[in-house]
Protein backbone atom coordinates (compact mmCIF):
# COMPACT_ATOMS: atom_id res chain seq x y z
CA UNK A 1 0.00 0.00 0.00
CA UNK A 2 1.22 3.36 -1.20
CA UNK A 3 2.38 5.95 2.00
CA UNK A 4 -0.12 8.18 3.18
CA UNK A 5 -0.92 11.43 0.56
CA UNK A 6 0.09 14.87 1.99
CA UNK A 7 -2.60 16.12 4.05
CA UNK A 8 -5.17 17.35 1.66
CA UNK A 9 -5.90 21.40 0.96
CA UNK A 10 -9.44 21.79 1.43
CA UNK A 11 -9.55 22.65 -2.11
CA UNK A 12 -7.70 19.41 -4.00
CA UNK A 13 -10.83 18.35 -5.02
CA UNK A 14 -11.57 22.05 -6.37
CA UNK A 15 -8.05 22.22 -8.08
CA UNK A 16 -8.63 18.83 -9.26
CA UNK A 17 -12.06 19.42 -10.93
CA UNK A 18 -10.70 23.27 -12.32
CA UNK A 19 -7.37 21.65 -13.69
CA UNK A 20 -9.68 18.78 -15.79
CA UNK A 21 -11.32 21.58 -17.15
CA UNK A 22 -8.38 23.34 -18.31
CA UNK A 23 -7.19 25.84 -15.25
CA UNK A 24 -2.94 25.45 -15.71
CA UNK A 25 -3.70 27.51 -12.35
CA UNK A 26 -4.90 24.92 -10.14
CA UNK A 27 -2.91 22.10 -12.05
CA UNK A 28 0.24 24.28 -10.46
CA UNK A 29 -1.38 24.46 -7.36
CA UNK A 30 -1.84 20.68 -7.47
CA UNK A 31 1.82 20.06 -8.88
CA UNK A 32 3.27 22.58 -5.81
CA UNK A 33 1.38 20.05 -3.22
CA UNK A 34 2.18 16.87 -4.46
CA UNK A 35 5.61 16.96 -6.52
CA UNK A 36 7.89 16.10 -3.61
CA UNK A 37 6.10 12.67 -2.81
CA UNK A 38 6.07 11.95 -6.29
CA UNK A 39 9.95 12.73 -6.56
CA UNK A 40 10.86 10.71 -3.85
CA UNK A 41 9.22 7.39 -5.24
CA UNK A 42 10.39 7.51 -8.77
CA UNK A 43 13.65 9.14 -7.11
CA UNK A 44 13.91 5.59 -5.33
CA UNK A 45 12.81 3.48 -8.24
CA UNK A 46 15.07 5.35 -10.69
CA UNK A 47 18.12 4.13 -8.20
CA UNK A 48 18.89 7.40 -7.00
CA UNK A 49 19.28 9.58 -10.76
CA UNK A 50 18.98 12.45 -10.02
CA UNK A 51 18.06 13.50 -14.16
CA UNK A 52 15.80 10.35 -14.45
CA UNK A 53 13.90 11.06 -11.49
CA UNK A 54 12.96 14.65 -12.60
CA UNK A 55 12.52 13.34 -16.49
CA UNK A 56 10.51 10.51 -14.79
CA UNK A 57 8.20 13.18 -12.57
CA UNK A 58 7.98 15.83 -15.44
CA UNK A 59 6.56 12.65 -17.41
CA UNK A 60 4.29 11.90 -14.79
CA UNK A 61 2.64 15.24 -14.36
CA UNK A 62 2.05 15.44 -17.85
CA UNK A 63 -0.04 11.86 -18.16
CA UNK A 64 -1.67 13.33 -15.30
CA UNK A 65 -2.43 16.25 -16.71
CA UNK A 66 -3.62 14.56 -20.08
CA UNK A 67 -5.60 11.93 -18.17
CA UNK A 68 -6.87 14.05 -15.43
CA UNK A 69 -10.36 13.85 -17.06
CA UNK A 70 -10.58 10.47 -16.75
CA UNK A 71 -10.08 10.80 -12.52
CA UNK A 72 -13.02 9.51 -11.27
CA UNK A 73 -12.03 10.21 -7.27
CA UNK A 74 -12.55 6.71 -6.44
CA UNK A 75 -9.59 7.16 -4.11
CA UNK A 76 -7.69 10.69 -3.04
CA UNK A 77 -6.26 12.37 -5.88
CA UNK A 78 -2.57 12.13 -4.11
CA UNK A 79 -3.05 8.52 -4.24
CA UNK A 80 -4.37 8.55 -7.96
CA UNK A 81 -1.07 10.36 -9.00
CA UNK A 82 1.61 8.48 -6.51
CA UNK A 83 0.38 5.43 -8.24
CA UNK A 84 0.21 6.48 -11.95
CA UNK A 85 4.22 7.95 -11.00
CA UNK A 86 5.28 4.31 -10.25
CA UNK A 87 3.62 3.24 -13.28
CA UNK A 88 5.79 5.76 -15.11
CA UNK A 89 8.74 4.76 -13.59
CA UNK A 90 8.31 0.95 -13.96
CA UNK A 91 7.45 0.96 -17.42
CA UNK A 92 10.66 3.26 -17.47
CA UNK A 93 12.39 0.39 -15.85
CA UNK A 94 11.03 -1.99 -18.30
CA UNK A 95 11.88 -0.24 -21.25
CA UNK A 96 15.82 -0.29 -20.20
CA UNK A 97 15.64 -3.88 -19.36
CA UNK A 98 15.56 -6.14 -22.32
CA UNK A 99 14.69 -8.92 -20.40
CA UNK A 100 12.59 -7.30 -17.14
CA UNK A 101 13.46 -10.03 -14.64
CA UNK A 102 16.79 -10.83 -15.07
CA UNK A 103 19.22 -10.59 -12.29
CA UNK A 104 22.70 -9.29 -11.95
CA UNK A 105 25.20 -11.75 -11.49
CA UNK A 106 26.85 -11.41 -8.33
CA UNK A 107 30.67 -11.68 -9.37
CA UNK A 108 29.47 -8.37 -11.54
CA UNK A 109 28.64 -6.68 -8.23
CA UNK A 110 32.21 -4.46 -7.96
CA UNK A 111 34.02 -4.70 -4.58
CA UNK A 112 34.07 -2.32 -2.28
CA UNK A 113 36.49 -2.94 -0.29
CA UNK A 114 37.13 -4.29 3.23
CA UNK A 115 35.55 -1.00 4.65
CA UNK A 116 33.03 -1.87 6.48
CA UNK A 117 29.35 0.15 6.18
CA UNK A 118 27.87 3.00 8.45
CA UNK A 119 24.61 2.43 8.13
CA UNK A 120 23.90 6.43 9.12
CA UNK A 121 26.02 7.23 5.09
CA UNK A 122 22.64 7.32 3.21
CA UNK A 123 24.85 8.59 0.21
CA UNK A 124 26.45 4.89 0.13
CA UNK A 125 23.12 3.25 1.21
CA UNK A 126 21.65 5.00 -2.12
CA UNK A 127 24.40 4.04 -4.44
CA UNK A 128 24.30 0.48 -3.24
CA UNK A 129 20.83 0.64 -3.97
CA UNK A 130 20.97 2.13 -7.40
CA UNK A 131 23.59 -0.93 -8.49
CA UNK A 132 20.76 -3.33 -8.17
CA UNK A 133 19.13 -4.91 -11.11
CA UNK A 134 16.26 -2.52 -11.81
CA UNK A 135 13.97 -5.18 -11.60
CA UNK A 136 15.18 -6.25 -8.20
CA UNK A 137 15.76 -2.63 -7.02
CA UNK A 138 11.84 -1.88 -8.02
CA UNK A 139 11.03 -4.97 -5.54
CA UNK A 140 13.09 -3.63 -2.92
CA UNK A 141 11.94 -0.12 -2.64
CA UNK A 142 8.25 -0.75 -3.04
CA UNK A 143 8.61 -3.57 -0.57
CA UNK A 144 11.04 -1.84 2.12
CA UNK A 145 10.84 1.94 1.44
CA UNK A 146 7.27 2.03 0.00
CA UNK A 147 5.43 -0.15 2.07
CA UNK A 148 3.77 -2.42 -0.53
CA UNK A 149 2.37 -5.73 0.08
CA UNK A 150 3.91 -8.70 -2.65
CA UNK A 151 0.50 -9.03 -3.60
CA UNK A 152 0.60 -5.37 -5.04
CA UNK A 153 4.21 -5.83 -6.33
CA UNK A 154 3.30 -8.61 -8.08
CA UNK A 155 0.57 -7.49 -9.66
CA UNK A 156 2.27 -4.07 -10.71
CA UNK A 157 5.17 -6.02 -11.87
CA UNK A 158 3.38 -8.89 -13.62
CA UNK A 159 5.05 -11.72 -11.35
CA UNK A 160 3.61 -14.31 -9.27
CA UNK A 161 3.62 -13.09 -5.35
CA UNK A 162 6.62 -15.97 -4.48
CA UNK A 163 8.73 -14.22 -7.69
CA UNK A 164 8.39 -11.24 -5.48
CA UNK A 165 9.55 -12.80 -2.52
CA UNK A 166 12.29 -14.17 -3.95
CA UNK A 167 13.46 -11.34 -5.80
CA UNK A 168 12.90 -8.84 -2.50
CA UNK A 169 15.80 -12.08 -0.79
CA UNK A 170 18.06 -11.79 -3.90
CA UNK A 171 18.21 -7.82 -3.88
CA UNK A 172 18.98 -7.53 0.23
CA UNK A 173 21.76 -10.07 -0.46
CA UNK A 174 22.81 -8.25 -3.22
CA UNK A 175 22.65 -4.92 -1.50
CA UNK A 176 24.36 -6.75 1.58
CA UNK A 177 27.24 -8.16 -0.71
CA UNK A 178 27.65 -4.05 -1.86
CA UNK A 179 27.32 -2.91 1.72
CA UNK A 180 30.19 -5.23 2.45
CA UNK A 181 28.34 -6.75 5.15
CA UNK A 182 28.55 -11.02 5.17
CA UNK A 183 25.18 -12.33 4.20
Not at 13 to 25: K, P
Not at 71 to 100: H, K
Request: glycine share 8%; charged share 30%.
Amino acid sequence: MPPPAPAADPNDMDDVRAAAGGDRQAFQRLYRLHVDRVYGAVYRLAGFDHARAEDLTQDAFVRAWQKLSGFRGESSFGTWLYRLAVNVALMDIRSRSADPVSMMDEDHIPDHGETPFCAAEREELERAISQLPPRARAVLVLHDVEGWRHEEIGAELGMAIGSSKAQLHRARGLLRKVLGESS
